[in-house]
């Protein structure tokens, strides 16, 4: 992560060079992928924003970090118990045993109690504003900005002018960017991942298609996955060419592939003339195919109990790298067909990109111990926390969000994961506002009213402008 006096200026550079922002209309994430099946995902709207101002007040006088001494980054001495809030299940056994075990081997003096996450993000949002926050807690990366608007985390930029090790370049751009809001940091990443077209060759050759030339553009998308539909015998369809709102393409996703933008500036722009077109495009599917037909085989695909995908039904389907863990994690899933991944195919004039989500590791305003908070944050979000968890037995496909780190676990020795490696220094990211997440809400709002023929692109995408303008107003007067 960065630091205010040289961090400041490669935060900028990150920011500007990175910008931007899961699954089929019936079935929405955060956008992020899981981690030993823990997903993290947003249980909450990021702003949703209880009364903190109370918390926030009782506790500035020592605990804003933004009065943090030069003696910031070191902890006290003192033995203090850390309170941890984390996902349960595996992921707590796990992370307990590979990694705080190890800080409280370097630090004897730090105990760590891990609390499991029972209540979601209402329950830590009421916590902080009770006064009785974690430590150290995780929380989507995509809603970090979000939280640090109402007040909600602590600021850890000034631990970084005492701590040389801990720095932008450590990082990807787009990670490190969604952990800063304002200039300051709020968080240091924790896992990340990214989007590509999964591509079945079976199907392709069968359609006469060229299985080693995936399409590169959303032309060549459509006259592929046109070859590839085929109707079932019911009059449904036995398999599919592509859905442009199955698996990790919706909007979100597709926008970025017609080169729109969701910012201009400091405005949310949600209405860009490119994101119009690409609902445009993905309502032309939904006529086209047929929408009531498309979601009777969506149906299908979802009593398999696996990804759609390794049914060997779906031609090209655009998902995360976390669904190649299925193929040692999964019994059910033992495809018969060859298959490929690339690059998400773009529209005509624009490059062909993706975008990255990820989980972080977060300090909660008013944390009892904020020095010992800083001293575990650094290691779990650091080199070493990161090595410990990517080295794991069973951490699969996952990609961490330190290159360093990557290329000490050579993850891109895996041929299929490799393109996700390579695409995560030029990755987008979600917009960092404290609208996020209701813009991500809007766009599925929208998106399921347009496929289904219940208002124009261009209109509805007006109205998430002007919703996201008057919760971003309401956001800012508190």
């Known amino acids: ?180 809001y304002k200039n300051d940091l709020y968080a240091l990443p924790f896992n990340t991942d990214n989007r590509v077209i999964y591509y079945n060759k079976t199907l392709m050759k069968e359609a006469g298609l060229d299985p080693e030339k995936p399409p590169t553009t959303i032309s060549e998308m459509d006259a592929m996955a046109e070859k590839i539909f085929k109707k079932s015998s019911s009059g449904g369809y036995e398999q599919v060419g592509f859905i442009p709102w199955m698996g990790q393409s919706y909007l979100y996703t597709q926008s970025w592939n017609f080169g729109g933008e969701w910012t201009k500036g400091e405005e949310l722009t949600p209405n860009d003339p490119q994101i119009v077109k690409a609902l445009e495009w993905m309502v032309g599917y939904a006529k086209k195919y047929d929408m009531s037909k498309i979601n009777k085989f969506n149906d299908v695909m979802g009593k398999t109990g696996i990804n759609p995908f390794w049914t060997g039904k779906v031609g090209f389907m655009v998902d995360g790298n976390w669904i190649l863990n299925d193929l040692t994690s999964n019994a059910k899933v033992k495809p018969t067909f060859d298959w490929g991944v690339a690059m998400m195919p773009s529209e005509d004039g624009y490059p062909q990109t993706t975008w990255a989500g990820g989980h972080s590791f977060v300090m909660p305003k008013g944390a009892k111990h904020p020095k010992e908070a800083w001293e575990f944050l650094r290691f779990i979000g650091g080199h070493d926390g990161t090595l410990l968890w990517a080295k794991r037995a069973d951490a699969g496909n996952d990609i961490t969000a330190m290159p360093k780190v990557n290329e000490e676990i050579k993850i891109t020795e895996n041929p299929k994961l490799k393109l996700f490696v390579e695409m995560m220094n030029s990755a987008h990211y979600r917009p960092v506002t404290p609208a996020g997440q209701k813009m991500w809400d809007e766009t599925f709002r929208v998106q399921d009213l347009a496929l289904n023929g219940k208002g124009e692109p261009k209109k509805l995408l007006d109205e998430v402008k002007k919703n996201v303008d008057n919760e971003l107003k309401k956001l800012q007067a508190k």
């Open 1 to 180: 992560m960065e630091k205010r006096n040289k961090g400041t200026q490669q935060l900028k550079t990150g920011m500007i060079k990175f910008f931007v922002t899961a699954l089929s209309v019936s079935l929405v994430l955060t956008g992020c992928g899981g981690t030993n099946g823990e997903s993290g995902t947003n249980s909450t709207d990021a702003n949703n924003t209880t009364n903190t101002e109370k918390a926030n007040t009782d506790n500035a006088a020592n605990k804003d970090a933004g009065a943090v001494n030069s003696d910031a980054g070191k902890d006290s001495g003192e033995k203090v118990t850390l309170e941890f809030w984390g996902w349960q299940g595996k992921f707590q056994q796990d992370f307990t045993k590979i990694v705080i075990s190890e800080f409280e081997k370097l630090h004897p003096n730090i105990k760590v109690k891990y609390i499991p996450d029972q209540g979601g993000n209402d329950k830590l949002t009421t916590l902080i504003a009770g006064g009785t926050p974690p430590d150290v807690g995780i929380l989507d990366r995509f809603m970090v900005g979000a939280w640090a608007a109402k007040g909600s985390l602590e600021k850890l930029t000034p631990y970084l002018d005492t701590d040389s090790e801990v720095k932008a370049d450590n990082y990807y751009p787009g990670p490190w960017a969604e952990a800063n």
